[in-house]
């Protein structure tokens, strides 16, 4: 069994630590809340606000929130401040731990900020004294510890095969689809491609529920009926090539269509422009 720390033990932290212990595993979670680290402790967690490594055969989870928006993109501060407490703990180990990056990051974050930052401050080089992998979550908040435990897949990515093959072994009982990658770039953008096309798919059908709305129909029976009757709902390979505009008789023509109909209709629909916008740019590229 590895030993695990886990440094921010909220939603995500937690739920990974539960789970892993779950496993047998013999997990600490590091918060610097106190009154989140009482919480913890009061539910059965070896909780602590003060961050040690273990030795061994040994893991450190980092999973610490990463605000983000669009005039500044992710703020990094947090997580760099948390890099550099780690860097500094694993000067101080002569253990060989894999640490694991579970927040949300821009891509190239692993190789450009997560592994500069930890070599700096331990003193140590990774891939050498230390592994370092990304392993993005795709948990529910309200169901996080059952999704950890039961995940239907699971993405792991690291440049240094010894950590992969360590990260594989640790979340293989999980079962669950798992696919391991040798370049961390795309495990960072797959999370966060997987939350914009969630965020994209609830857009669209609010569109379509206004324009339901307006024309007094039944917006539920539209959309569980094209749930089903529309490739891109059930056929997980349709339309994911990327590379080429969709085209043919009856898309085009569709997607105007129902454009003009909102226009006439006064409900306007931002996605579904947006989609001609992206097809035309990508019509223009090829």
């Known amino acids: 069994m590895a030993s695990v720390v886990v440094v921010g033990a909220g939603v995500v932290g937690a739920a990974t630590g539960h789970g892993l212990s779950h496993h047998g595993h013999e997990v600490t979670l590091v918060d610097t809340n106190p009154a989140r680290v009482q919480t913890l402790r009061q539910q059965g967690f070896n909780a602590t606000s003060v961050l040690t490594l273990g030795t061994g055969d040994s893991f450190v989870f980092v999973a610490i929130p990463t605000p983000a928006d669009e005039g500044t ?3 990094l501060s947090t997580l760099v401040t948390c890099l550099e407490a780690v860097g500094k703990a694993l000067s101080l180990t002569t253990a060989r731990p894999t640490l694991v990056v579970r927040s949300t990051v821009p891509p190239r974050t692993t190789d450009e900020v997560v592994v500069p930052v930890l070599e700096r401050c331990s003193g140590k080089v990774a891939g050498r004294d230390f592994g370092v992998a990304y392993a993005p979550e795709f948990l529910r908040e309200a169901s996080a510890a059952q999704d950890f435990l039961a995940p239907w897949i699971t993405v792991l990515a690291s440049r240094y095969p010894e950590s992969l093959d360590r990260l594989t072994e640790l979340f293989l009982p999980f079962g669950g689809e798992l696919r391991a990658f040798d ?19 609830i857009s669209f059908w609010n569109d379509m529920w206004r324009l339901c709305q307006e024309l007094e129909v039944d917006a539920e029976a539209v959309s569980t009926t094209v749930a089903r009757s529309a490739e891109g709902s059930f ?7 990327g590379g080429s505009p969709y085209e043919g008789g009856c898309l085009p023509k569709d997607l105007e269509g129902l454009l003009a109909f909102g226009r006439s209709v006064d409900v306007d629909l931002p996605v579904i422009r947006g989609v001609r916008i992206a097809n035309q740019m990508v019509a223009e590229a090829t």
Do not use: S
């Open 73 to 75: 993109g992710y703020d």
């Open 183 to 201: 370049n961390p770039v795309v495990a960072e953008l797959i999370k966060i491609a997987h939350n914009a096309f969630n965020a994209t798919k």
């Open 235 to 241: 056929n997980p390979a349709y339309g994911i090539r």
